[in-house]
């Protein structure tokens, strides 16, 4: 019998490209960064100068090669979004504002952009 792929389920993110976050638990706990790429099927996020690995590159025509280090991707449990107002960790609600629906932080009740 053929095996059948069904759409993986993807919930809805609290954490755009882009966004202040800083890390709650891990390896790196404590840094903060900005989000530079959000993998949503895997729930991961990549934050920049955060989970920074070693990789060994070959040489080709553009790079000579060597050893680059480079962040690798986190996922979005371990990250807490910054609030705009106090700078702290906060939880991220959502509501309708003028017809659009609109993050604020739980903390500060603050729109964030």
């Given at each position: 019998?053929?095996?059948?792929?069904?759409p993986q389920?993807?919930?809805?993110?609290?954490?755009?490209?882009?966004?202040?976050?800083?890390?709650?638990?891990?390896?790196?706990?404590?840094?903060?960064g900005e989000?530079?790429?959000?993998?949503?099927?895997?729930?991961?996020?990549?934050?920049e100068e955060?989970?920074?690995?070693?990789?060994?590159?070959?040489?080709?025509?553009?790079?000579?090669?060597?050893?680059?280090?480079?962040?690798?991707?986190?996922?979005?449990?371990?990250?807490?979004?910054?609030?705009?107002?106090?700078?702290?960790?906060?939880?991220?609600?959502?509501?309708?504002?003028?017809?659009?629906?609109?993050?604020?932080?739980?903390?500060?009740?603050?729109?964030?952009?």
């Amino acid at each position: 019998m053929a095996k059948i792929n069904k759409p993986q389920f993807t919930a809805k993110l609290k954490i755009k490209k882009g966004d202040r976050v800083v890390v709650i638990a891990g390896a790196s706990k404590g840094k903060e960064g900005e989000v530079l790429e959000i993998f949503p099927g895997k729930n991961k996020a990549i934050v920049e100068e955060v989970n920074v690995v070693k990789k060994h590159q070959k040489p080709s025509q553009d790079n000579p090669g060597g050893i680059v280090e480079q962040p690798a991707p986190i996922h979005i449990s371990n990250l807490a979004l910054l609030d705009p107002k106090s700078g702290e960790a906060t939880r991220v609600g959502r509501k309708i504002e003028n017809g659009k629906i609109v993050r604020y932080s739980k903390k500060s009740g603050e729109i964030i952009k």
